[in-house]
């Protein structure tokens, strides 16, 4: 059923929204949230521990194949700074630093690469509930090259669903990104990623979460009548397996 819900999250027409809703300045906002609807169930902001722990099973959206087993493990928090060590396979492959209510301060983005992100990369804005929706712009920067962009995020909350998982079945909130990297350089328009989180209240962090990006090579031909070509990068399936904290 997630899948499905991805796919229709997917269609051309919703990764060609515009990119001018928002003025192009990092930290922009859309007009104040007007208040949740009368009898909303609303989700606070998590508290996160030091030692908290969640293992995902990674499988490829295209093919069904298994790409592996996921811990994120939580190696320092407090009311400033997250910071996650990254395991796959119980090798430990990168660390993660997100601000307060996992929101980005250095990761990468789906398909790409490492960035840092001021101000925080929004993948939430708390408290959540059903119909509320944010579009934010943040400088994103490699902290390889040094290179910086404005990256635009598109969000909004949908409904309540049950969702069973190998760890079990929790009740959570659909959460949905359409996030524009800014990251244009000469043939190649920026990435265009679409990310849905089904984030459970009761776990503090997600049960399970989709990843898909693309972006158009100018340089190429192949989306039909002389269209330039749409390069498909991963779509990525995660789902829960274990919980718990050391």
């Known amino acids: 059923m997630i899948v499905e819900t991805f796919r229709r999250l997917c269609s051309a027409g919703a990764l060609a929204c ?5 003025a192009l300045l990092p930290g922009c906002t859309t007009p104040p949230e007007a208040a949740p609807p009368a009898g909303a169930v609303t989700v606070p902001a998590p508290t996160v521990r030091q030692g908290q722990f969640w293992e995902y099973a990674v499988r490829d959206a295209y093919t069904g194949l298994p790409r592996g087993l996921y811990r994120y493990s939580v190696a320092r928090a407090d009311e400033n700074r997250i910071v996650v060590d990254v395991f796959r396979e119980g ?42 929706s944010w579009r934010r712009v943040v400088r994103s920067t490699d902290p390889a090259t040094g290179r910086r962009y404005n990256t635009h995020v598109h969000a909004s909350v949908g409904g309540w669903r ?7 079945e929790f009740d ?36 399970a979460s989709e990843s898909n990006s693309s972006h158009i090579d100018t340089s190429r031909s192949g989306g039909g009548r002389g269209r330039p070509l749409r390069v498909r990068g991963d779509w990525l399936i995660a789902e829960l397996v274990r919980r718990g904290a050391q």
């Not at 049950?162 to 079990?168: K, Q």
Request: proline letters at 10%; hydrophobic letters at 40%.
């Open 91 to 132: 090798e430990r492959i990168d660390t993660f630093v997100y601000a307060a209510g996992w929101n980005g301060l250095e990761h990468p983005l789906p398909n790409l690469q490492r960035f840092r992100f001021d101000p925080p990369f929004p993948a939430y804005e708390f408290p959540l509930y059903p119909g509320k």
């Open 162 to 168: 049950r969702i069973r998982v190998p760890a079990g």
């Open 18 to 22: 515009s990119l001018f809703a928002c």
């Open 172 to 207: 959570a909130l659909e959460v949905r990104r359409y996030v524009y990297a800014g990251n244009a350089e000469f043939f190649q328009l920026q990435e265009e990623i679409v990310q849905v989180d089904w984030y459970a209240p009761e776990l503090g962090y997600v049960v």
